[in-house]
């Protein structure tokens, strides 16, 4: 009580009072619906003292209340505030909170491709946006408070830089809000955070709002990780867990006999939900690391019949359905599928996943957080933000294919996914599977259930466009220690020190194995060490080779119709066979079924071809898919005579084999006239010599971090100036007219489009060309296509993109010379569809030949028109007239609507 109190707490008692009375915080916090918990009044109370704050909490634990109160407190002194996020529909779905908190003339939104009422007292944008605004001089006097949500983002590779570009550059006076989940190493990022912006304080809480219980799934049956509420208790607090015993016989029951390969088991999804709704587990996601396994699940529930909705609630779904999709032409409902997807709806099931039309995401999304749709297949990108929790979270496999390989899911991940269990003010308790399969351990799971954390490293490197901002505004000095002023350059010089003293051990192992190698001939160290190099060559170029054909043989397949007869290499030999039914392009790997030369119908896939396919002929086949022997016997006739006279195919090549085969000829000539080849006691060397190479191969890369970490930043900015002079963007490090209009220009190809853009490589296109054309820029396929040529369908097109192909090669030789790969070619996938679409051309009438989803057409379509909205800045009236008119040929039917 009060009168407890001397007169001078009393007195700081008051001041504290009135301070938060003053900037708004009483105010907040009385209008929330709940009492805020310990970690918000924290964050909030340093906020009205003038900290910005860093709060680090589990997902589902409020951490927005921080930024929302952040809002609210500069609202409350006159000032703006700005609310950024990480991805459009995390900016959407904020920018509706706020209209219905604050009102919707006070509320903006930004979003590269959107504006709406930009100059507003609170607006709400990508990262991209805030930073483009700073760069771009925008008048940021009266802004006082940058909430900058999923912080932790700044450890993406591509979009991570944005998050410290912002920190670092924003004015002084801005307070900033940082939220993160909780990671291992916030002490050292909020350091260099109070370094860059004064004092910051570190909220951080682990306590989850809703308990959350750790379950395996065997058999059909779902255990209990933990053997008692005691063991989970122990388990959080970081002791020893001790395993549910029933849990792990069952374990031990389904597994394969001793000797035996572990192979993970078939999911039956409908054995899955059906024990979910068993143990009365439901609503549930069910993540699934690819999006045709999502839509093949959706199908599998509705096949077995199941059904997790009333039939008041499936008027209420058809309703919201009907409403969602009345815009949507009848022409495309085929294409898109959306009679099956409102049955699955209508039955409380759906799919959520990138190849989705957002406005179909976003209705599932409204479906689920209603109550209506129970079970939700997602991939993992629905993890990131959206605001969709479940009672329970179901996780497919531990283990996920990031781009190149097949990886175990990090803690962070496993905690990230999880995070969606429990709904607040709903839920006593969340729950999460994970599904046994044969190949996952009790023990696995449970160190990544107990493993809260993760340690954040940032991905920043200075871009293209930050360099000429940076150097439009201050000298190469004053240049180099804003980027030395990164968290990327903060944590490579705390490294320092550990590095230098793994070398130094490396360096004393490699001096002793140096003198067990001495050879009379000659250099050994200097042979083996060629040795070691054909051995990298040789196995990068297999990789490139198998690589690349899996991409030509993908595409190949996908186009591939009954009839065609096709020549590919299995093994060792070459074979033939006859396409008897093509593949289904609603999934991501096509597969065909074929009669080969020996009579036999089988199913062929990318993965079962060594080289190929090619395309040798064409033949008759029967209806049915050649059912009958007598059929058979008479196509593979029919094959082997077409494939006995078709001329041999042509290898697939592309650069990079073109580069390794060179280099292995080289390195093979350099080895047999090297004079240890001649050694006679050469391979009695081998076993030291290889030692060597690897323990030199160690200290070089210990070297080459230390060096790399020693003002990395700065060694990679004059990188990034001499590419910039090269191509004449910079002259004795001022900024040309070039570099102007890179200033403009935001993009993981911002270098090649303002390049292209000086060369005038866009001046002879009319609008619907420019449109097609500016999407070969923008696309990123999903895999290197392996340098095949693509479909242009104007001469004045074709012309640009040859231009276009001597600029990259520019770019190329430039970035090569000063060490710095950086730029992806152009994709040129997509130009002609886009071409057709910015034409007219409905959507059903272009889908099937574009080999990508609905959902991934119109961001692409999006992020075209993002470009093209670059581009209408540069220039004159006239080309900008035109580069709108083609922002507006896009911005149609399915991709206007999606907004």
Not at 112 to 124: C, E, K, R
Not at 363 to 382: C, N, Q, R, Y
Not at 383 to 410: D, Y
Not at 493 to 512: F, N, Q, T, W, Y
């Amino acid at each position: 009580m009060n009168d407890d109190l001397s007169p001078a707490e009393r007195m700081e008692r008051f001041r504290d009072f009135q301070t938060r009375e003053k900037t708004g915080v009483n105010s907040f916090v009385e209008s929330l619906p709940f009492t805020p918990d310990s970690f918000q009044v924290e964050a909030l109370e340093a906020l009205a003292e003038g900290f910005s704050v860093l709060v680090a909490a589990p997902t589902g634990a409020g951490k927005t209340v921080v930024g929302e109160g952040g809002v609210h407190m500069a609202l409350s002194s006159g000032g703006r505030a700005f609310y950024t996020t990480p991805i459009k529909a995390l900016s959407n779905q904020k920018f509706r909170e706020f209209c219905e908190r604050f009102g919707p003339q006070r509320v903006g939104l930004l979003t590269g491709d959107t504006s709406i009422n930009p100059q507003a007292d609170v607006v709400v944008m990508t990262t991209e946006v805030l930073r483009n605004m700073i760069y771009a001089g925008a008048d940021l006097r009266n802004l006082r408070m940058v909430v900058l949500d999923e912080i932790h983002y700044l450890a993406d590779r591509v979009r991570g830089p944005v998050w410290e570009e912002v920190l670092i550059q924003l004015p002084e006076h801005v307070q900033t809000v940082s939220l993160s989940a909780t990671v291992s190493n916030l002490e050292e990022f909020g350091q260099w955070l109070s370094e860059v912006r004064g004092n910051c304080k570190i909220v951080v809480s682990y306590k989850r709002p809703v308990p959350l219980y750790q379950h395996m799934m065997v058999g059909k049956r779902i255990y209990n990780l933990y053997a008692d509420e005691n063991a989970q208790a122990r388990a959080e607090s970081g002791a020893p867990p001790r395993l549910n015993p029933q849990l792990l016989a069952d374990i031990a029951e389904h597994a394969p006999r001793k000797g035996r390969r572990p192979i993970p088991s078939l999911v039956n999804r409908p054995k899955v939900a059906r024990a979910v709704q068993r143990v009365g587990f439901l609503p549930m996601i069910e993540f699934i690391f690819s999006r045709a396994a999502c839509d093949e699940a959706v199908s599998s529930l509705l096949l077995e019949g199941l059904s997790f909705t009333t039939e008041k609630e499936q008027k209420q779904i058809a309703a919201i359905a009907e409403q969602a999709t009345q815009a949507i032409p009848i022409a495309d409902h085929g294409i898109l599928g959306l009679a099956s997807l409102q049955s699955a709806l209508e039955n409380g099931i759906a799919a959520h996943h990138a190849g989705m039309l957002p406005i179909l995401k976003e209705t599932v999304e409204k479906l689920f957080s209603l109550g209506l749709v129970k079970v939700v297949f997602a991939t993992e990108t629905l993890a990131l933000g959206i605001n969709m929790p479940a009672r329970t979270v179901v996780i497919e496999s531990l283990e996920k294919w990031n781009g190149s390989e097949h990886v175990r899911l990090s803690p962070g991940e496993y905690t990230q996914l999880t995070g969606r269990a429990g709904r607040r003010g709903i839920d006593v308790e969340g729950h999460a599977v994970v599904l046994g399969r044969g190949v996952v351990s009790a023990e696995e799971v449970a160190q990544l259930a107990t493993r809260h954390s993760y340690p954040l490293k940032s991905a920043f490197f200075p871009g293209y466009n930050m360099v000429v901002n940076l150097l439009s505004r201050a000298d190469v000095e004053q240049a180099r220690r804003v980027l030395e002023s990164s968290f990327a350059q903060f944590q490579a010089d705390d490294a320092i020190v550990g590095l230098a003293a793994k070398l130094r051990k490396a360096e004393a192992k490699l001096h002793s194995v140096q003198e067990r190698i001495a050879c009379s001939k000659g250099d050994a160290a200097e042979y083996f060490g060629l040795r070691e190099d054909l051995t990298r060559a040789q196995k990068e170029l297999s990789r490139a080779s198998r690589e690349g054909n899996i991409v030509f043989a993908t595409k190949t397949l996908r186009k591939s119709k009954p009839g065609q007869v096709i020549h590919y290499r299995k093994g060792r030999r070459w074979r033939s066979a006859v396409v008897v039914v093509g593949a289904d392009r609603s999934f991501d790997t096509p597969l065909i079924r074929v009669v080969g030369e020996d009579a036999k119908v089988f199913t062929l896939g990318p993965a079962d071809m060594a080289r190929g396919p090619h395309v040798v002929g064409h033949m008759r086949v029967p209806s049915g898919g050649a059912r009958r022997l007598r059929d058979r016997q008479s196509v593979a006739k029919q094959v082997r005579s077409i494939a006995k006279n078709a001329s041999h195919p042509r290898e697939i090549t592309n650069p990079t084999m073109l580069r390794l085969s060179e280099e292995i000829s080289d390195i093979e000539l350099r080895l047999r006239s090297h004079p240890v080849h001649s050694c006679p006691d050469r391979e009695l060397h081998a076993v030291p010599g290889h030692e060597w190479v690897r323990l030199e191969r160690e200290c070089r890369r210990l070297r080459n971090q230390i060096n790399s970490r020693t003002s990395s930043i700065a060694a990679e900015f004059d990188q990034v100036r001499q590419v910039l002079h090269e191509l004449k963007f910079l002259e004795a490090d001022e900024v040309t007219g070039r570099g102007t209009d890179l200033r403009r220009i935001f993009g993981e190809r911002d270098l090649l489009v303002a390049l292209a853009f000086s060369r005038g490589v866009f001046n002879q296109l009319t609008a619907q060309e420019l449109a097609g054309f500016a999407c070969c820029l923008a696309y990123e396929p999903r895999s290197d296509v392996g340098g095949m040529d693509p479909y242009i369908p104007t001469p004045a097109l074709r012309q640009a993109w040859a231009d276009l192909g001597k600029a990259f090669r520019d770019v190329s030789s430039a970035e090569k010379t000063a060490g710095l790969e950086r730029t992806s070619a152009p994709a040129g996938d997509l130009i002609d569809i886009t071409y057709r679409w910015a034409g007219g051309a409905t959507l059903s009438s272009i889908l099937p030949d574009a080999e990508i989803t609905g959902g991934d057409f119109v961001r692409w379509m999006r992020q075209t028109v993002d470009l093209l909205q670059q581009l209408t800045r540069l220039g004159d009236a006239k080309f900008s007239a035109r580069a709108n008119e083609a922002c507006s040929l896009l911005r149609r039917g399915v991709v206007a609507w999606s907004e």
